[in-house]
């Protein structure tokens, strides 16, 4: 794939994962899965996970797991062009600029992809909803205001969203104030049994965060399945 590609990839994946010294090691990690689709890049800090896909030709179809910042200053040091991704043996990965006249070739020790926290416990299943993503965004920007910057509420650190029929409410709170927005959006019909979907909290990061990726023009498909929320 190129380098431009990679970047694009690596800067939203980059922002899910967790900082600092005391941070998990796996959770300071990106997963790269390569298969017949593509390449994915996905970070975690267990609250929040984003994978995000770039065209790339696989060779042969594998995953890994590589410290985010040595990834990305890695593939920052590439001059423009492409770039070429491969698994050795004991984890390593090794980084090739594909440049003309390039000599870039890195390796970097990574980790089982077997490791990575996560992997495969969203469930399948859940009905899936499409509206445009600014109208998600307009509930967001109207709610995130009033959120409690405390996290050790996390009972009111967060963004509440419930479906009333066609309706969507958002609704925020710091203990002293509290915001409510609310907005039709276009929602298959649920069973009658399926009261435990219609609602959920969102962390305020994971929601900031969200509500930064609703561009205009764009749509937005969201799927509650257990005690997960997938936004596409």
Same mark, same amino acid.
Not at 4 to 27: E, F, H, V
Not at 57 to 65: A, E, K, M, S
């Given at each position: 794939?190129?380098?431009?590609?990679? #970047?694009?990839?690596?800067?939203?994946? !980059?922002?899910?994962?967790? +900082?600092?010294?005391?941070?998990?090691?796996?959770?300071?990690?990106?997963?790269? /899965?390569?298969?017949?689709?593509?390449?994915?890049? !996905?970070?975690?800090?267990?609250?929040?996970? =984003?994978?995000? +896909?770039?065209?790339?030709?696989? /060779?042969?179809?594998?995953?890994?797991?590589?410290?985010?910042?040595?990834?990305?200053? =890695?593939?920052?040091?590439?001059?423009?062009?492409?770039?070429?991704?491969?698994?050795?043996?004991?984890?390593?990965?090794?980084?090739?600029?594909?440049?003309?006249?390039?000599?870039?070739?890195?390796?970097?020790?990574?980790?089982?992809?077997?490791?990575?926290?996560?992997? %495969?416990?969203?469930?399948?299943?859940?009905?899936?909803?499409?509206?445009?993503?600014?109208?998600?965004?307009?509930?967001?920007?109207?709610? #995130?205001?009033?959120?409690?910057?405390? *996290?050790?509420?996390?009972?009111?650190?967060?963004?509440?969203?419930?479906?009333?029929?066609?309706?969507?409410?958002?609704?925020? !709170?710091?203990?002293? +104030?509290?915001?409510?927005?609310?907005?039709?959006?276009?929602?298959?019909?649920?069973?009658? %049994?399926?009261?435990?979907?219609?609602?959920?909290?969102?962390?305020?990061?994971?929601?900031?965060?969200?509500?930064?990726?609703?561009?205009?023009?764009? %749509?937005? *498909?969201?799927?509650?399945?257990?005690?997960?929320?997938?936004?596409?």
């Amino acid at each position: 794939t190129s380098k431009s590609d990679i #970047l694009a990839a690596l800067a939203p994946a !980059t922002s899910a994962t967790a +900082r600092g010294s005391k941070a998990d090691k796996m959770q300071s990690c990106i997963l790269i /899965n390569a298969d017949r689709d593509g390449a994915h890049f !996905t970070g975690t800090d267990m609250l929040l996970t =984003i994978t995000a +896909r770039v065209g790339a030709t696989v /060779n042969i179809p594998g995953d890994l797991c590589v410290p985010a910042g040595s990834l990305q200053r =890695i593939i920052n040091t590439c001059p423009s062009g492409g770039v070429s991704l491969r698994r050795l043996d004991n984890n390593y990965l090794e980084i090739k600029s594909l440049a003309p006249k390039s000599k870039v070739l890195v390796k970097v020790q990574g980790y089982p992809a077997s490791d990575f926290p996560l992997r %495969d416990v969203v469930p399948d299943g859940g009905q899936v909803a499409s509206f445009p993503a600014a109208h998600l965004r307009r509930l967001l920007d109207a709610t #995130l205001y009033a959120v409690s910057g405390e *996290e050790t509420r996390a009972n009111i650190c967060c963004i509440h969203i419930e479906r009333e029929g066609a309706t969507v409410h958002v609704a925020t !709170t710091d203990g002293h +104030r509290m915001m409510h927005a609310a907005m039709p959006l276009a929602f298959p019909e649920l069973p009658a %049994d399926a009261r435990e979907v219609q609602s959920l909290n969102l962390p305020k990061r994971p929601a900031t965060v969200l509500a930064s990726y609703l561009t205009d023009g764009a %749509d937005c *498909e969201v799927r509650v399945s257990g005690k997960f929320a997938v936004f596409t």
